[in-house]
């Protein structure tokens, strides 16, 4: 069971993505816990700012540090959460998620989640009560809700039982360290589009060799950067040096 805990003003934007599909059935089936903190409710005035000026001047608005301070206190404390959980904030400044991020986060028992808004938070959020920062991309959203989604939806498929056998994600792109092969399924024949004859033959060893091939033609293709770090067999090289090979000829 891990148990994410989202420190949020638009607790709201959560519920339907966490309402249906895949992360809504692990909630039910207890492998996953999505717990939503309104940050509002730690603010002690009479119109719950939880923003204010930057000091200095300049555009937008800023998070102020005590209702993320008291919203994250009140978190630890009431969950009993361990020193080492980590308070992770979202935002555009933060080292960039991948698979193997989700991989290592899906280790956890809680995690603690803040979402910025406004141009950002309180540098002394930063410096003293977040443990890590993470973005989902160059590029810049409206808070970091939605950020938090992608990575609670990233990291909980991975958590054992949340996603079926059968839809295991063992073969998933990135996973694996290359992009997934092409998929097919009935009927065989489409509008006079043919499905590959060896995913049709039964032969399992053909359509293994098949899969790993088109996986790294696709990588080679769409992302070769993917292959400088990713574990190749001798088998794997010789097939993209033909790849290559061919690519140089067709030039
Ligand atoms: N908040 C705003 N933009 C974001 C991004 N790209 N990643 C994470 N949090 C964000």
């Not at 700012?49 to 301070?69: C, I, N, Q």
């Not at 160059?138 to 950020?147: F, I, P, Q, S, W």
């Not at 056998?165 to 998929?183: C, I, K, M, W």
């Amino acid at each position: 069971m891990m148990r994410f805990h989202v420190l949020t003003i638009f607790p709201g934007m959560f519920d339907s993505p966490l309402s249906l599909s895949i992360i809504a059935r692990a909630q039910k089936q207890g492998l996953v816990e999505v717990n939503l903190h309104n940050i509002r409710d730690f603010t002690h005035d009479r119109h719950n700012t939880v923003d204010d000026y930057p000091f200095g001047g300049g555009p937008g608005m800023v998070m102020k540090p005590d209702p993320l301070f008291e919203g994250v206190e009140h978190v630890r404390e009431s969950e009993s959460l361990d020193e080492n959980v980590p308070t992770v904030l979202m935002t555009p400044q933060g080292r960039q998620f991948n698979q193997r991020i989700a991989e290592d986060l899906s280790d956890l028992s809680d995690m603690v989640i803040i979402c910025g808004r406004y141009e950002g938070v309180d540098e002394r959020v930063r410096q003293n009560l977040v443990t890590d920062e993470i973005s989902i991309g160059d590029y810049v959203l409206g808070g970091g809700e939605l950020a938090a989604m992608v990575v609670i939806d990233a990291v909980a498929r991975l958590i054992p039982g949340v996603v079926g056998s059968a839809e295991s994600p063992a073969n998933d792109s990135h996973t694996t360290g290359l992009l997934q092969h092409p998929l097919y399924t009935r009927p065989s024949v489409f509008r006079g589009m043919e499905a590959p004859d060896v995913l049709l033959s039964g032969h399992h060893a053909e359509i293994t060799k098949w899969q790993r091939w088109e996986a790294l033609r696709r990588t080679l293709e769409r992302r070769p950067d993917m292959l400088e770090s990713t574990e190749l067999s001798p088998d794997d090289r010789r097939f993209l040096d033909e790849l290559r090979d061919e690519r140089e000829r067709d030039d």
